[in-house]
């Protein structure tokens, strides 16, 4: 089984509409994180947590929000979609601490469309 | 603010040759970690190598290797014997170790292309 799972792998949803993204790990790590993967522009994070009472913003958190609801899992909401949020989506986990380097591993990755 | 760049938007190799994808950062710090990631067409972001920047040694994995130079900000990744399956985007990954630049700032791509 995959450590960092995200569902759904693809999503079509219509402007306007709310929608879920979430993320959930194995690797007992602490920090995750949201990204999105435009085309040229590489990857820009969105939302980051480095345990379950700590959520910090990104580079690009504007029409975004997130909930950590266990160390495990953190879902990635878009409250009223737009089209310019049609992305890829990534989230990420790392581990922090004596002899943990804070390699981010990746999720599979969501591809949203929004029309 | 910490910047990375990744000049080549595109090469190619052909398969058994040797290439090497350029990625420049900027930053204040002494202490930071750089990384190469690997997207193949699956979409699945890989982690390719990890380099420490207190090692003065350049980090390799298999056919994979970097030349970091730390003065001129400059991490180089080399593919040697390229095979079919190297064709991918390969990102460029900068993180900081202080506090307030705890978070990875990644390149733009390289598309590499492996020529049959």
């Known amino acids: 089984d995959a450590d960092v799972t995200q569902t759904p792998r693809n999503r079509i949803t219509k402007t306007g509409k709310r929608i879920m993204l979430e993320c959930s790990q194995t690797k007992g790590h602490d920090r995750m994180y949201w990204y999105r993967q435009d085309p040229g522009l590489g990857l820009r994070l969105i939302y980051y947590s480095f345990d379950v009472k700590d959520i910090n913003k990104g580079e690009i958190s504007d029409g975004y929000s997130v909930s950590r609801q266990a160390q495990a899992k953190f879902s990635l909401s878009l409250e009223s979609a737009i089209p310019n949020q049609t992305a890829l989506y990534f989230c990420a986990t790392s581990d922090w601490g004596q002899g943990a380097s804070d390699t981010q591993y990746f999720g599979p990755g969501t591809r949203l469309t929004v029309l | 603010a910490q910047t990375v760049t990744q000049s080549q938007p595109e090469m190619s190799v052909q398969e058994a040759e040797t290439v090497t994808l350029s990625c420049t950062y900027d930053?204040?710090?002494?202490?930071?970690?750089l990384f190469w990631y690997k997207q193949p067409p699956s979409r699945q972001m890989i982690l390719v190598i990890r380099q420490e920047a207190y090692k003065q040694q350049n980090a390799t994995e298999n056919r994979f290797s970097v030349n970091f130079q730390k003065a001129a900000k400059s991490f180089s990744l080399k593919i040697s014997d390229s095979q079919l399956g190297d064709a991918a985007m390969y990102f460029c990954a900068y993180r900081g170790s202080t506090s307030g630049t705890y978070k990875y700032i990644f390149g733009t791509g390289t598309r590499l292309k492996v020529l049959a």
């Open positions: 930053t204040s710090e002494s202490d930071y970690y």
